[in-house]
């Protein structure tokens, strides 16, 4: 980051977390290092944060995602092991998809 951001001043965050049994929780059943990456939102983040996702993307990192990212369902689907039963449970409490916004109605494929 030193050497190919030396302008990004907002601190790099790196949480450890516990294994837990939250559905969509990046420590879901293991045990969980988080990187949070924060830019001025005056500033043009796209390609500080690309080359960051890049990094997570080479250790399976699991994206929140309710953050800023650019994956899709499918592919979170795949990190996530139970994306499948969160998206049943999502469809029947909220069949019409009331309380999606555009986001979620892509990430969680709700027609």
Known sequence: ??????????PVEYRTLAADSGWLSTAH???TVTVSLH???????DA?????????????GRPHWGKLH???GLELARLYPEWARFRRLR????P???????????LFAIV
């Open 91 to 94: 469809a029947d409490l909220d």
């Open 70 to 72: 650019t994956r899709k």
């Open 48 to 60: 500080f944060f690309s080359d960051c996702e890049a990094v997570f993307r080479a250790h399976a």
């Open 1 to 10: 980051m030193r050497s190919h951001w030396p302008d990004v001043v907002w």
């Open 29 to 31: 059943a293991r045990d």
């Open 39 to 45: 830019q001025d939102a005056r500033l043009d983040c």
């Open 96 to 106: 019409a998809g009331t309380f999606a916004n555009a986001y979620l109605r892509e």
